[in-house]
Each structure stands twice: as structure tokens, then as C-alpha cells.
């Protein structure tokens, strides 16, 4: 069955980084586009970029360009979202999540990483 | 930017119908696809492709599409449907969107 796993909660000080992991199992990784979607606390989802598993394209948000970057490791089939020069409004869950590949809608989502940014 | 918008809440009595609404421009021309997410839980895929069920979701579930509105509507609420719902599409030049999501609560 598609499983994606996120790595855990982490708690970072403002202006520090934060590489959060997303690893795929169940399906063939390469054929499929992943996602990362965020949540700030009581707020919406917000759509952050795309990342193509196979050549390791992306395309970022425009709010967010220059402080996201999203890689891929297809010899473990996981995904990382890196967010840098972080402040509180970062604070959030963020989640990986699938594109069907035949439609633009995400079929399986992690199960969601909590990142706090305070001093 | 593309945005959606939706209304912040819906309240309907068990077994009546809840209809939520989502309107953006661009959404005549890309499918729009709908969620629900219960607290502390990831969203869950409920309609693809404008009204299209994934196998799992009960008939309950329905999506139409009029111009720039897309409306999601659920017959027979029951309790387990309160939730946030959020329609999401995506556009063009490759950047996906949400709409600012809808708190169904069941009177």
C-alpha cells in the first residue's frame, strides 16, 4: 500500500533552517510528483511547491522562492523540503503529498511534520 | 496570483443536505478537486476531476461545476461529516491552490 513517512516534530530558532523528509513506499517513486502542502496552527493549507522524483525539477511557490528548496534521494525514495531564515509565521505542519499523476489532486498524503520556530 | 474562495462555515442538521461553494476565475478551464481534513489529521482526497467519487467515499459525496463556481454537496449529513473541507485546482503555469477552506459543523 502507498505509505509516505515523515520525519518528526522539530522546534528551530528564528533565522535557522529546517530539512523535513518525506519517504515513499508502496509505489514506484520515479513516476510520480510529490507535493508539499503546509498548515499554519488553525489557518488553511498552503500549497508550497512540486518536485519531480525522476529528473528532480521543481517549481516553488512564488511567496516562497529563494527560501525553499526541495530535493530528492531516489536510491532511498524520499523527498526533502528545506526552508530557511525561518520566522514564526513558518511555524506550521507541513506535509508531503502525492499528485495522482493523472490529475492535478493529491491521492496519499504524510502523515504531517510540526514545525516551531521561537526563540 | 490564482485564488479560490470559499465560505468560512456551513451548518446543516443531521440528515439535511450541505452545499459549499468555491469560485475562481481559472476554474472553467482546470478541474477543481475537494478535501476534507478533521482535526489533527491530513486531508483526505472526496472529489476529483470537478465531481468524480475515489472508490471509498460514500455516495453521500457530489461535485458540480457551473462557470466559475465549483460546489461540493453532501446529501444525508451525517455527524462524522463535520470537518474543514477545502476545494483545490491548480493553474497553467504549473502552481497549485486552495481555497481558504469551509468548517462544516452539523447542528
Known amino acids: 500500500q502507498v505509505q509516505l513517512v515523515q520525519s518528526g516534530a522539530e522546534v528551530k530558532k528564528p533565522g535557522a533552517s529546517v530539512k523535513v523528509s518525506c519517504k515513499a513506499s508502496g509505489y514506484t517513486f520515479t513516476n510520480y510528483y510529490l507535493h508539499w502542502v503546509r498548515q499554519a496552527p488553525g489557518q488553511g493549507l498552503e500549497w508550497m511547491g512540486i518536485?519531480?522524483?525522476?529528473?528532480?525539477?521543481?517549481n516553488y511557490a512564488q511567496k516562497l522562492q529563494g527560501r525553499v528548496t526541495m530535493t530528492r534521494d531516489t536510491s532511498t525514495s524520499t523527498v526533502y523540503m528545506e526552508l530557511s531564515s525561518l520566522t514564526s509565521e513558518d511555524t506550521a505542519v507541513y506535509y508531503c503529498a502525492r499528485n495522482s499523476g493523472t490529475y492535478d489532486d493529491f491521492d496519499y498524503w504524510g502523515q504531517g511534520t510540526l514545525v516551531t520556530v521561537s526563540s | 496570483s490564482y485564488e479560490l474562495t470559499q465560505p468560512p462555515s456551513v451548518s446543516v442538521s443531521p440528515g439535511q443536505t450541505a452545499r459549499i461553494t468555491c469560485s475562481g476565475d481559472?476554474?472553467?478551464?482546470?478541474?477543481a478537486y475537494w478535501y476534507l481534513q478533521r482535526p489533527g489529521q491530513a486531508p483526505v482526497l472526496v472529489i476529483y476531476?470537478?465531481?468524480e467519487r475515489p472508490s471509498g467515499i460514500p455516495e453521500r459525496f457530489s461535485g458540480s461545476s457551473s462557470g466559475t463556481t465549483v460546489t461540493l454537496t453532501i446529501s444525508g449529513v451525517q455527524a462524522e461529516d463535520e470537518a474543514d473541507y477545502y476545494c483545490?485546482?491548480?493553474?497553467?503555469?504549473?502552481?497549485?491552490?486552495f481555497g481558504g477552506g469551509t468548517k462544516l459543523t452539523v447542528l
Open positions: 481559472a476554474l472553467p478551464k482546470h478541474y
Open positions: 476531476k470537478d465531481n
Open positions: 483545490q485546482s491548480a493553474d497553467s503555469s504549473g502552481t497549485w491552490v
Open positions: 518536485i519531480n522524483p525522476s529528473a528532480g525539477s521543481t
